[in-house]
């Protein structure tokens, strides 16, 4: 085989000819942006049994990746027939015998209805993919550390096409061949195990994987990891676990961990689901500066390494989170690989049961770690920030056209959809609910499914109608609030009326079906709880509390059952707050303080209490993770809600409690909690030599060794806050941790730089460098736009707004909202929110971004107003 040149091209979204096409009219006539739906399922009713052979010659630092393919597929009507391939080069293309020109046009390939037929059909043709560092579907690492090299794919949600022809939809589901000639000493890693692994003939420094053929599975679920990876811990009965050969040390004392946790999910889902594993093997590889925590190919998920192999000073929140992400991913081979969904409008059907299902079995695994507390602290927060917002959508999103379904990823699929999951579970029961899940993977294994077919399930198995409910929850965006409204006793012992009232948070209208427990608390610690249905604008509950003592506090969202946001009555948030510490169950005080957290946020409570309670009673807090919330949050509401003055004020009592705390609290994670928020908030010249003396080793945490990642964070903070001896403390972090990893920390680091020339070279690199790793963009833009230095960075706003399309255009599904949140949230004032709504106002905008936008702006918004209110 034979390509003569790497010719890529023209980049920009995938484009495709309309639905006229696929009738034999005249293809090149009509060209539209991205892959319409109605042409996606016209082309899904047209082709069946898909089968790709495919063959990719990988060399070392080349900017592309030769292949040969083979697709056969059955065609149920005449007509012309478009694979879909942007980005690189094809030729050689033969159909059904007959040779033929190769035609790309925007991003696909047209096979002419001449040489088709009715039946079986075949196509063989030879292609080039672009590989590099960013922004491709092929994705190359350098590893600084040794100078080996890794190839990895990456093709959620579209663009498998950008690496071989394909039919680039997730419902027309297909079997993989794969066969990859690579240099002698890499190993690859696919969905299958290799079934042949041989010299190459004539080339003995390179060796050719064959892999076994796999089961159906969407494109964007093919993978393959490429690279010298080595195999570490391997141990019949657990998954394998691949890491770079450079870091084969630090993943032997974290594989055992890792992987008993996936092997126990593994177990425990397969009976859940009364579902066996459905695929030959399951393998983990651990991908540096991979674009997600984890992307879950059948088979074989690829996980971002810096999530498995800590590169800061772990706490035990941290293992279990890293347990949430193996168990996530896990949980897709079953939800989003055996049952797909058919279009990314129905994304959740993967992510928000994954991400709810991953909770759900950790609680199983590990009943004695109060994973439903965490499950709230994790997930609700996000949800609930941004469908508090106007640019929410619904969990089902209208998506027209794949070139948007990027902008589907975040907090709604992510957040709301698990804990909107989570109140249906408490719906129908546990086991209603589990037998529904059971339906529904028997009914759609190995094929695609919509969200009513779920639903339909939770139907038939319960009895139980659900398409109200559904329309709301599912179809409807926003949430309701629901107030405790009154409270009436006319004796201590007995309460006579109790009225809830809910509304929309948007002020769209509308009824939310709640089912909700409430919970009464007493000042001896007692409470009594209550379920209760809210169907409609108002409701009395005196009755259902018949006989329940007149209550201290009510606080209507007990255990989490229910989606909204609740707020405390003034009468219960003033009882709350003068017994928060004293209050014995957990949950109850995580709920309560972010209960608190949410007043604020709505400007019902003034910052400056917030922080004068964190001060008073999380120094005594017993919970690690409750602890760890509220420092954060106090964080924030230092950084951004309250005025510069109040903090400067504030600031010093603030430094005392976390160096305190990081030096003397009873446990070693209370110790790394306190460090954290310690470095975060040090500001004043006492605490910034603190810093340094831990840098310098004259300080230490006891019981606590500083990682790199933590050495770096405290370098970072000393460029931010623009100490005298910032420069000098780079150049010995720098010397003394020359790794790979280490110059992306000094990249990080001195975007922090508060000098607009520096500035400007960053935005520059943001947007021109192509040679620079997207984790190195995004893990920069924070420093780059830090909370302290809004005046600074304002001028490059505007600039990073008009570069929207090319930032949608060119980079991974999550970044968008990196860049909007870091460019947005990094600004504090008036100013700067009537920039971007003015942005909003006359920008040409698509309409995802402008949802995206307005997510992201409502922080914004939120800081100007409480500042306002309580300067």
């Given at each position: 085989?034979?390509?003569?040149?790497?010719?890529?091209?023209?980049?920009?979204l995938?484009?495709?000819?309309?639905?006229?096409?696929l009738?034999?009219?005249?293809?090149?006539?009509?060209?539209?942006?991205?892959?319409?739906?109605?042409?996606?399922?016209?082309?899904?009713l047209?082709?069946s049994?898909?089968?790709?052979?495919?063959?990719?010659?990988?060399?070392?630092?080349?900017?592309?990746?030769?292949?040969?393919?083979?697709?056969?597929?059955?065609?149920?009507?005449?007509?012309?027939?478009?694979?879909?391939?942007?980005?690189?080069?094809?030729?050689?293309?033969?159909?059904?015998?007959?040779?033929?020109?190769?035609?790309?046009?925007?991003?696909h390939?047209?096979?002419?209805?001449?040489?088709?037929?009715?039946?079986?059909?075949?196509?063989?043709?030879?292609?080039?993919?672009?590989?590099?560092?960013?922004?491709?579907?092929?994705?190359?690492?350098?590893?600084?550390?040794?100078?080996?090299?890794?190839?990895?794919?990456?093709?959620?949600?579209?663009?498998?096409?950008?690496?071989?022809?394909?039919?680039?939809?997730?419902?027309?589901?297909?079997?993989?061949?794969?066969?990859?000639?690579?240099?002698?000493?890499?190993?690859?890693?696919?969905?299958?195990?290799?079934?042949?692994?041989l010299?190459?003939?004539?080339?003995p420094?390179?060796?050719?994987?064959?892999?076994?053929?796999?089961?159906?599975i969407?494109?964007?679920?093919?993978?393959?990891?490429?690279?010298?990876?080595r195999?570490?811990?391997?141990?019949?009965?657990?998954?394998?676990?691949?890491?770079?050969?450079?870091?084969?040390?630090?993943?032997?004392?974290?594989?055992?961990?890792?992987?008993?946790?996936?092997?126990?999910?593994?177990?425990?889902l397969?009976d859940?689901?009364?579902?066996?594993?459905?695929?030959?093997?399951?393998?983990?590889?651990?991908?540096?500066?991979?674009?997600?925590?984890?992307?879950?190919?059948?088979?074989?998920?690829?996980?971002?390494?810096?999530?498995?192999?800590?590169?800061?000073?772990?706490?035990?929140?941290?293992?279990?989170?890293?347990?949430?992400?193996?168990?996530?991913?896990?949980?897709?081979?079953?939800?989003?690989?055996?049952?797909?969904?058919?279009?990314?409008?129905?994304?959740?059907?993967?992510?928000?049961?994954a991400?709810?299902?991953?909770?759900?079995?950790?609680d199983?695994?590990?009943?004695?770690?109060?994973?439903?507390?965490?499950?709230?602290?994790?997930?609700?927060?996000?949800?609930?920030?941004?469908?508090?917002?106007?640019?929410?959508?619904?969990?089902?999103?209208?998506?027209?056209?794949?070139?948007?379904?990027?902008?589907?990823?975040?907090?709604?699929?992510?957040?709301?959809?698990?804990?909107?999951?989570?109140?249906?579970?408490?719906?129908?029961?546990?086991?209603?609910?589990?037998?529904?899940?059971?339906?529904?993977?028997?009914?759609?294994?190995?094929?695609?499914?919509?969200?009513?077919?779920?639903?339909?399930?939770?139907?038939?198995?319960?009895g139980k109608?659900?398409?109200?409910?559904?329309?709301?929850?599912?179809?409807?965006?926003?949430?309701?609030?629901?107030d405790?409204?009154?409270?009436?006793?006319?004796?201590?012992?007995?309460?006579?009326?109790?009225?809830?009232?809910?509304?929309?948070?948007?002020?769209?209208?509308?009824?939310?079906?709640?089912?909700?427990?409430?919970?009464?608390?007493?000042?001896?610690?007692?409470?009594?709880?209550?379920?209760?249905?809210?169907?409609?604008?108002?409701?009395?509950f005196?009755?259902?509390?018949?006989?329940a003592?007149?209550?201290?506090?009510?606080?209507?969202?007990?255990?989490?059952?229910?989606?909204?946001?609740?707020?405390?009555?003034?009468?219960?948030?003033?009882?709350?707050?003068?017994?928060l510490?004293?209050?014995?169950?957990?949950?109850?005080?995580?709920?309560?303080?972010?209960?608190?957290?949410?007043?604020?946020?709505?400007?019902?409570?003034?910052?400056?209490?917030?922080?004068?309670?964190?001060?008073?009673?999380?120094?005594?807090?017993?919970?690690?993770?409750?602890?760890?919330?509220?420092?954060?949050?106090a964080?924030?509401?230092?950084?951004?809600?309250?005025?510069?003055?109040?903090?400067?004020?504030f600031?010093?009592?603030?430094?005392?409690?976390?160096?305190?705390?990081?030096?003397?609290?009873?446990?070693?994670?209370?110790?790394?909690?306190?460090?954290?928020g310690?470095?975060?908030?040090?500001?004043?010249?006492?605490?910034?030599?603190?810093?340094?003396?831990?840098?310098?080793?004259?300080?230490?945490?006891?019981?606590?060794?500083?990682?790199?990642?933590?050495?770096?964070?405290?370098?970072?903070?000393l460029?931010?806050?623009?100490?005298?001896?910032?420069?000098?403390?780079?150049?010995?972090?720098?010397?003394?941790?020359?790794?790979?990893?280490?110059?992306?920390?000094?990249?990080?680091?001195?975007?922090?730089?508060?000098?607009?020339?520096?500035?400007?070279?960053?935005?520059?690199?943001?947007?021109?460098?192509?040679?620079?790793?997207?984790?190195?963009?995004?893990?920069?833009?924070?420093?780059?736009?830090?909370w302290?230095?809004?005046?600074?960075?304002?001028?490059?706003?505007?600039?990073?707004?008009?570069?929207?399309?090319?930032?949608?255009?060119?980079?991974?599904?999550?970044?968008?909202l990196?860049?909007?949140?870091a460019?947005?949230?990094?600004?504090?004032?008036?100013?700067?929110?009537?920039?971007?709504?003015?942005?909003?106002?006359?920008?040409?905008?698509?309409?995802?971004?402008?949802?995206?936008?307005?997510?992201?702006?409502?922080?914004?918004?939120?800081?100007?107003?409480?500042?306002?209110?309580?300067?």
């Amino acid at each position: 085989m034979h390509i003569d040149g790497l010719r890529f091209l023209k980049s920009g979204l995938l484009t495709v000819i309309l639905l006229a096409c696929l009738y034999g009219t005249d293809c090149l006539a009509q060209i539209a942006e991205g892959i319409p739906r109605e042409m996606a399922r016209q082309r899904a009713l047209r082709i069946s049994d898909v089968r790709y052979g495919l063959r990719y010659t990988l060399t070392p630092h080349a900017a592309g990746a030769a292949g040969h393919e083979e697709v056969s597929f059955h065609l149920a009507t005449t007509g012309d027939v478009l694979l879909d391939f942007r980005e690189g080069q094809a030729e050689h293309l033969v159909v059904n015998g007959s040779g033929l020109e190769v035609k790309v046009d925007s991003g696909h390939i047209i096979l002419p209805a001449s040489v088709l037929r009715v039946g079986e059909n075949t196509v063989s043709l030879d292609f080039a993919a672009p590989v590099a560092p960013a922004g491709k579907a092929l994705t190359r690492f350098e590893d600084k550390d040794d100078g080996s090299e890794y190839i990895y794919t990456l093709f959620v949600p579209m663009d498998a096409s950008m690496a071989f022809p394909c039919f680039d939809q997730p419902d027309i589901k297909a079997k993989f061949h794969l066969e990859i000639s690579a240099p002698d000493g890499w190993t690859v890693v696919s969905n299958t195990s290799p079934v042949k692994n041989l010299a190459e003939a004539g080339e003995p420094s390179r060796r050719r994987t064959e892999f076994a053929e796999t089961r159906p599975i969407s494109t964007y679920l093919f993978a393959f990891a490429a690279g010298p990876f080595r195999k570490v811990h391997d141990t019949p009965g657990l998954p394998g676990l691949y890491v770079r050969q450079s870091k084969v040390q630090r993943a032997e004392a974290e594989a055992a961990e890792v992987q008993q946790i996936t092997a126990d999910g593994m177990k425990y889902l397969a009976d859940y689901f009364a579902q066996p594993f459905s695929f030959p093997k399951y393998d983990q590889v651990l991908i540096p500066g991979f674009a997600y925590g984890g992307m879950e190919h059948a088979g074989s998920t690829f996980l971002r390494e810096e999530s498995i192999l800590f590169r800061t000073a772990p706490t035990h929140s941290d293992r279990l989170n890293r347990d949430v992400l193996l168990l996530h991913e896990l949980t897709h081979q079953w939800f989003g690989d055996l049952v797909t969904m058919r279009w990314f409008d129905d994304l959740w059907l993967k992510e928000g049961f994954a991400q709810y299902m991953a909770y759900y079995a950790l609680d199983a695994l590990k009943p004695e770690e109060h994973i439903w507390k965490r499950f709230y602290q994790a997930i609700k927060p996000a949800a609930y920030a941004i469908d508090s917002t106007q640019g929410t959508t619904p969990i089902y999103q209208d998506i027209p056209n794949l070139k948007d379904a990027k902008s589907a990823y975040g907090a709604i699929v992510y957040s709301k959809a698990p804990g909107v999951i989570k109140q249906l579970g408490f719906v129908l029961g546990s086991d209603k609910f589990r037998a529904g899940l059971r339906l529904y993977l028997k009914q759609h294994a190995y094929g695609n499914a919509e969200w009513s077919d779920l639903v339909g399930a939770f139907e038939r198995v319960s009895g139980k109608p659900l398409q109200a409910w559904a329309d709301v929850y599912i179809k409807r965006r926003g949430m309701p609030q629901v107030d405790v409204e009154r409270v009436y006793c006319d004796h201590p012992d007995r309460m006579e009326s109790l009225v809830l009232r809910q509304h929309d948070v948007l002020s769209e209208g509308g009824i939310w079906p709640v089912t909700t427990q409430l919970l009464l608390g007493y000042a001896n610690g007692r409470v009594e709880r209550l379920q209760v249905r809210l169907e409609s604008e108002t409701a009395d509950f005196g009755r259902e509390a018949h006989g329940a003592a007149c209550p201290e506090y009510v606080f209507a969202n007990d255990q989490d059952y229910a989606y909204g946001r609740f707020l405390l009555d003034e009468n219960s948030r003033k009882a709350v707050m003068e017994n928060l510490g004293r209050i014995p169950d957990v949950f109850e005080r995580t709920l309560l303080w972010g209960s608190l957290w949410d007043s604020v946020r709505e400007a019902d409570l003034d910052p400056r209490s917030y922080l004068d309670l964190w001060l008073r009673d999380i120094p005594g807090e017993a919970d690690d993770s409750l602890t760890e919330s509220v420092v954060n949050h106090a964080v924030t509401a230092l950084h951004h809600y309250v005025s510069p003055a109040f903090r400067a004020e504030f600031v010093g009592k603030a430094e005392v409690l976390a160096y305190d705390q990081m030096l003397h609290a009873a446990s070693k994670d209370k110790r790394i909690i306190w460090f954290r928020g310690f470095r975060n908030v040090a500001e004043t010249e006492t605490a910034r030599g603190h810093l340094k003396d831990m840098l310098t080793g004259k300080l230490v945490v006891p019981g606590v060794e500083l990682r790199q990642l933590d050495r770096w964070n405290m370098v970072a903070a000393l460029i931010r806050l623009n100490d005298p001896e910032a420069g000098a403390f780079l150049v010995a972090e720098q010397k003394r941790d020359p790794s790979g990893e280490g110059q992306k920390y000094a990249y990080v680091a001195q975007a922090a730089n508060p000098e607009s020339k520096s500035k400007q070279q960053y935005f520059d690199d943001y947007l021109h460098k192509a040679s620079l790793p997207e984790d190195w963009v995004e893990q920069s833009l924070g420093e780059f736009n830090s909370w302290n230095q809004a005046e600074l960075t304002a001028p490059w706003l505007k600039p990073a707004l008009d570069a929207l399309p090319q930032v949608k255009r060119e980079r991974k599904i999550f970044f968008m909202l990196a860049w909007l949140n870091a460019f947005i949230g990094g600004q504090q004032s008036a100013q700067a929110q009537q920039q971007v709504h003015d942005f909003l106002n006359t920008a040409a905008l698509d309409k995802d971004l402008k949802l995206k936008i307005l997510q992201v702006v409502d922080e914004l918004d939120r800081t100007v107003k409480i500042r306002n209110k309580y300067q």
